[in-house]
């Protein structure tokens, strides 16, 4: 076997290795859909938490404009 031949054979096998250990790894594509599905899942969070919050503040309101039609 000649050198070249032996080098081209190792080549041939860390291709082969390099591409099997590496195709559990996240691709830009696999990110870009996680980061797309986290943010609409945060955007949906923010907007239960924006009504609980304005639900809150109108009751607020509501508690205190009784406290004081009940004081005079």
């Not at 031949?5 to 996240?26: G, I, K, P, Q």
């Not at 009504?51 to 009784?66: P, Q, S, T």
Request: cysteine-free; overall charge neutral; hydrophobic content about 50%.
């Amino acid at each position: 076997m000649s050198t070249l031949e032996s080098l081209d054979t190792r080549a041939t096998v860390l291709e082969t290795e390099f591409r099997t250990e590496l195709r559990h790894l996240a691709t830009k594509a696999d990110l870009a859909n996680l980061r797309a599905e986290f943010m609409g899942e945060l955007k949906a969070i923010e907007n239960r938490l924006m009504l609980r919050l304005g639900g809150l503040f109108i009751a607020g309101i509501g508690v205190a404009v009784a406290i004081l039609k009940l004081w005079q």
